[in-house]
């Protein structure tokens, strides 16, 4: 109560039934297609392959990046969007992955609002204020809870923001077999046994947002567990989520036991505050980790804008077609070169480093991703229409220098990036 308050558990018998069916076939079915890989991490400069397999599925055209590595969405079903699977199989496990999503949604929602009445009561008790409890207040203007999710009773900012803060835009798939694995990790810190992912926080969120995690161990009679009264500390044949708070091991970590078709949440700011594992039971295991990512750079209508941007400081003569820059004014340059950097090595090199696997799935990113080669194209006619210009003896002297010094940082950096990509 004191340590872990904003860490919710839900048992598998809280879920519905169906809801449990269609989720575990969709995980066989994307297991059977061959649709979870590993990825290649890069860490204090080294790279990596990850021991769990994954797969990234969510709204069409949103990435998440973690450890300098972009995943791309399979997209799950949306209105408006003309997605193409490779299979109707693929596409009925997408689809019940996004009713998976709607839940837990809604789970988060009433478990946020539960915790502010709470927080509200354990005020008016001890009259107790700090600036978590005024935020907790502030989002209930009445003693109870709703039970329809309706918006009657939170005030409209606050409502919106505990929306926000749970709308989850995708969800990161894992897979692992422990017994396919030669080695695995030790718990360092409290004894808590086999590592499946060391402790971390997760990356690349909106602050304050839920993580909503579905956990769907393969359990049967291949494993049993272990019963014996004089077990001590967890039963390592089964799946735990480890948390401990951050940058401290005096208070006790905490291991939870994750049976098949259980879930839990990480509320509010319990991501920042705390760190998790994955422990390793026997059997093999799915789960489907549900996050608001921040997207603000991270999807396709960002980077579309940026080369639109980019694009506005070229122009076309309208008898010779001869391509020219508007201006050659220091800001623009570096401005433009900079989308040619993030271009190429934030979304082209990324994709393609790893990117033909998606096609197990759908062709949905072939389309954005030969527009976005088309706009980078141009951008390495903009940097030759710079080069050009600089080498011309018309230029003021002055002028030339601070245009070649703000434009040699941006290449040099891009030889760096374009020498560590090789490598990757």
């Known amino acids: 109560k004191t340590k872990y308050s904003k860490l919710i558990f839900g048992k598998s018998d809280t879920v519905p039934e169906e809801l449990h069916q269609m989720v575990q076939e969709g995980f066989l079915t994307l297991r059977k297609h061959d649709c979870f890989f590993q990825d290649l991490v890069r860490i204090k400069g080294k790279d990596f392959v990850t021991p769990v ?6 709204n069409p055209g949103c990435t998440y990046k973690y450890l300098n590595t972009r995943l791309f969405t399979v997209p799950w079903p949306t209105e408006g969007y003309d997605i193409n699977y490779c299979s109707p199989e693929i596409h009925d496990a997408c689809k ?27 005020i008016k008790d001890t009259a107790v204020i700090d600036s978590e409890h005024n935020f907790a207040t502030s989002l209930m203007d009445k003693g109870s809870a709703s039970q329809d999710q309706s918006s009657c009773c939170v005030p409209e900012d606050d409502y919106v923001s505990l929306k926000n803060r749970t ?3 995708l969800t990161l798939l894992n897979y692992m077999d422990p017994l396919q694995m030669l080695y695995l990790k030790q718990e360092p810190y409290f004894g808590m046994g086999n590592m499946a992912v060391s402790w971390h926080h997760d990356e690349n969120l909106v602050e304050r ?15 049993e567990e272990c019963h014996e ?14 948390l401990k708070v951050a940058w401290d091991i005096e208070t006790p970590g905490l291991a939870m036991p994750l049976h ?17 594992c994955v422990l390793a039971g026997f059997s093999p295991r799915f789960s489907s980790t549900h996050r608001v990512a921040d997207c603000s750079r991270g999807t396709l209508e960002y980077i579309f804008g940026q080369c639109e941007l980019a694009l506005q400081n070229l122009q076309t003569d309208s008898d010779s077609k001869a391509l020219s820059l508007k201006s050659l004014e220091t800001a623009v340059v570096k401005q433009v070169e900079e989308i040619h950097n993030e271009v190429e090595f934030e979304w082209l090199r990324q994709f393609w480093f790893q990117g033909k696997r998606y096609l197990k799935c759908t ?25 050009s210009e600089v080498r011309k003896k018309e230029q003021i002297e002055e002028q030339r220098n601070e245009t070649i010094n703000c434009f040699l940082l941006v290449l040099t950096e ?9 490598e990757r």
């Open 53 to 58: 397999s994954r797969i990234l599925i969510g």
């Open 209 to 223: 947002s839920t993580v909503a995690v579905y956990s769907y161990s393969c359990e049967g009679s291949a494993v």
């Open 260 to 276: 098949q078709g259980d879930f839990y949440l990480m509320l509010d700011d319990l991501n920042m505050t705390h760190q998790h």
């Open 414 to 422: 891009r030889q760096r990036l374009r020498k560590e990509w090789t």
């Open 363 to 387: 062709d949905w990113w072939l389309k954005p991703m030969a527009k976005l080669e088309e706009f980078w194209r141009k951008m390495e006619i903009m940097t030759r229409l710079v080069l």
């Open 167 to 169: 709308s989850y835009n």
């Open 229 to 242: 009264q004089e077990l001590k500390g967890r039963d390592p044949a089964v799946w735990h989520v480890g």
């Open 96 to 122: 019940a992955l996004i009713k998976l999503n709607d839940y837990l949604h809604i789970e988060a929602v009433k478990a946020l609002q539960g915790q502010t009445l709470f927080e509200t009561k354990e």
